[in-house]
């Protein structure tokens, strides 16, 4: 039996997890490649036009391995809860029932999460009876705490400001002498007048190859020191928040605000990438209460809205991204006058 | 106490109702003047690109209000998600905020959740008097809203049956009485105006024999109850000779939202069985009843769905989907309407004649082959 899991959505968030968890199994799994563009147009043929880039890319991957030889059974991540009172976004949640529809060899792995960042057992045990029913519950604690382990481990690399996709490789990698090369934080220059950029957005949107447009890699190239929401330090996430405010009831949505709040409290960037999709719900009102608060903050950083969907062209996004590097020189400039 | 003043956006009906809930428990109210064009760009120019319609359009509203008037205080309902809706007191009070209107909003939000919350909020621009005016409050705000919904769902039903130019007149009537309730602030008075209304309706000629289409309205709440942004889809199709279902009425959402949901009773459990074929889990706003109402149709033989929705409205694209293939298997003829405010009225009554046009064919086609 092998099953296939498509490199999108919480790829780049939960995989650690996913893979600790079944090759404690030992059952087999196969990873679609990065994203490309006819995986791209599989998945928008698949879905409604109203549908985000990521859902879309989704089925693309998916499409992918329905393709493939040899495997048995698509790995279809569901989301539920996150936390108290906080949830995924509808599309999300929803999302399996969507899957199902247009694929029929699917296993739904529900993600509840409590406000720890822990999964409920139940629903994944559920699943992994129906397709392994010799699975029995000790084998399945110890498989539990792997996943659990290798998560951990990854999200402690992402806050050293490792990028997501070098750690997934250093971690889940098939060799154990993946090198997990230099992190985020020491790959731009140091120093004063270096410009120090936040990318904020879902990780599906700034990891994936062909969401994300490259953008790292091109802030990383032009010298800038580059945050994400990831490297927010564990105990820190939101001290800043401020508490008479209704919190958002989006995980994500939360995480991204408190981000912005904490690295504009401690000053530590100069410029903020709003980085969202076309069509995005949740991203839709939290790019305009990060723009509210950034508006009422003193000094605050210089923000860009970078909105992508499957006709967003790499030279147009450059661009835009030059002209933002210029105008937080000239601040510099300006400032130092 | 000073008396505050404080407005509501409008949306569909509701204004009628809650005009005398707010009176009655001691605010002064000031209603807007309805939705136009202007409202829409109004409320689009200053709200998110991707905001869904409901929101572009209450920003405008209240803009609108606050040009010509001086409220101290918006009152609007909240929300716990997946929906969108619940982040919009905190969006617009933002907006508004940056526009130079400091004021505050009363967010209403779920009260079983929220219960206390809600307390404070009323005692804080009320005074702890206002427990006193609670009953009559509710009691006003409820039998309007029974009797506004009352008068639409005969008007629905009655109006298709109708011969000649009397669809036009009843829903002429339909529009005089709404003025009347709206105009009274009395229960016996409200229960006077029911029976008039029925027996007033009753005494129309009606065509007899005829086969009349049945098309269901289901979707997004905001979009259903308000003819402002859709453009008056019911009474356009009720005009067509068709009978339209409403799924949705002010009373019934209130009566579930509010009683039901605080006495934690399990009223969506038979919507919850009827999706679950399609859709197994609770997506937020009013997705799971759009497609368990769209499963009814289907296996009540009724002849098309109408899903109404904003653009991007994230439980209803996710409905959209399901209730396609609903719409596959079982046969039912559905029709997605997304609204934003760049919609044109032209554009959407095309679409509903050619969607009438294939269901009377649909209709026709069946009736030659039971002959044959």
């Given amino acids: 039996m092998i099953i296939g899991i498509p490199r999108s959505l919480f790829f780049y968030y939960f995989f650690p997890f996913w893979s600790g968890f079944f090759s404690a199994l030992s059952l087999e799994y196969r990873v679609t490649p990065e994203t490309t563009n006819p995986i791209m147009e599989a998945g928008a043929t698949l879905c409604a036009d109203e549908i985000c880039l990521p859902v879309k890319l989704h089925f693309g991957h998916l499409q992918y391995l329905q393709e493939q030889e040899g495997v048995d059974l698509l790995f279809s991540p569901g989301f539920g809860r996150w936390g108290r009172r906080s949830h995924f976004c509808p599309k999300l949640i929803g999302l399996p029932d969507l899957v199902g529809l247009q694929f029929t060899q699917t296993a739904v792995f529900r993600h509840e999460l409590d406000a720890a960042g822990r999964f409920a057992k139940e629903p994944w045990l559920g699943t992994i009876r129906e397709i392994m029913p010799t699975v029995n519950k000790r084998v399945f604690t110890q498989a539990w705490k792997e996943g659990e382990r290798r998560q951990a481990a990854f999200f402690e690399l992402c806050r050293k400001g490792y990028l997501p996709p070098k750690a997934i490789e250093y971690l889940c990698g098939e060799k154990d002498s993946v090198e997990i090369g230099p992190a985020l934080l020491n790959l731009g220059k140091k120093g004063k007048g270096v410009p120090r950029i936040l990318v904020l957005g879902h990780p599906y949107m700034v990891y994936d190859n062909l969401a994300g447009q490259g953008l790292l890699q091109t802030l990383v190239h032009d010298g800038v020191q580059v945050f994400t929401k990831e490297m927010t330090p564990a105990g820190e996430v939101d001290k800043y928040w401020p508490t008479q405010e209704k919190r958002v009831f989006w995980t994500l949505g939360q995480q991204i605000l408190s981000a912005a709040y904490y690295f504009v409290n401690k000053r530590l960037i100069d410029g903020i990438i709003f980085h969202t999709a076309c069509l995005c719900g949740p991203d839709a009102l939290i790019g305009d209460l990060l723009e509210k608060y950034l508006a009422r903050e003193e000094k605050a950083p210089a923000l860009l809205k970078l909105t992508v969907d499957e006709h967003t062209g790499y030279a147009g996004l450059q661009t835009r991204v030059e002209a933002f590097l210029d105008l937080l020189k000239w601040r510099r400039q300006y400032a130092a006058v | ?372």
């Fill in chain 2, 1 to 372: 106490m000073p008396r505050y003043k404080v407005t509501i956006a409008s949306m569909g009906t509701t204004n009628i109702f809650l005009r005398s809930f707010l009176g009655e428990l001691g605010f002064d109210p000031i209603l807007p003047s309805g939705i136009t064009r202007e409202t829409l760009s109004l409320g689009s120019r200053y709200t998110p690109e991707f905001a869904c319609l409901p929101l572009k359009v209450n920003l405008g509203n209240y803009l609108q209000t606050l040009e010509k008037h001086d409220p101290d205080l918006i009152f609007m309902a909240g929300g716990i998600g997946p929906c969108r809706f619940g982040l919009y007191g905190e969006v617009q009070k933002e907006i508004l905020k940056s526009l130079g209107y400091d004021l505050p909003f009363i967010v209403v939000e779920p009260p079983k959740k929220h219960f206390t919350e809600v307390i404070d909020n009323f005692t804080r621009f009320l005074g702890r008097g206002f427990w006193r005016n609670l009953p009559r409050a509710v009691r006003i705000c409820w039998h309007k809203a029974k009797v506004v919904d009352e008068i639409d769902r005969t008007v629905l039903t009655l109006a298709p049956r109708l011969s000649g130019e009397y669809p036009r007149k009843l829903w002429a009537k339909r529009d005089e009485y709404l003025i009347a309730v709206d105009g009274t602030d009395k229960v016996s008075r409200l229960k006077e105006l029911l029976r008039e209304a029925g027996e007033d309706f009753a005494s129309l000629p009606q065509n007899v024999g005829g086969e009349i289409l049945r098309v269901v309205v289901v979707g997004e709440i905001y979009t259903v109850l308000e003819p402002a942004v859709n453009f008056q889809l019911e009474r356009v199709l009720s005009l067509m000779g068709i009978e339209v279902t409403r799924t949705i009425y002010i009373s019934e959402w209130i009566w579930q939202q509010i009683i039901l949901n605080f006495f934690r009773v399990d009223w969506q459990k038979d919507l919850r069985a009827q999706a679950k074929p399609y859709l197994t889990r609770f997506i937020g706003g009013h997705g799971l009843e759009t497609v368990a109402y769209t499963v009814q149709a289907a296996e009540n033989r009724q002849d098309g769905v109408i899903q109404l929705a904003p653009l991007g409205c994230m439980p209803e694209v996710v409905a959209m989907s399901i209730i396609r293939q609903v719409s596959k298997e079982k046969g039912i003829p559905v029709l997605s309407l997304l609204m934003d405010e760049h919609t044109g009225e032209a554009g959407i009554r095309t679409r509903l004649e050619a969607f009438v046009d294939l269901i009377q064919n649909k209709q026709a086609f069946f009736k030659q082959e039971k002959m044959a």
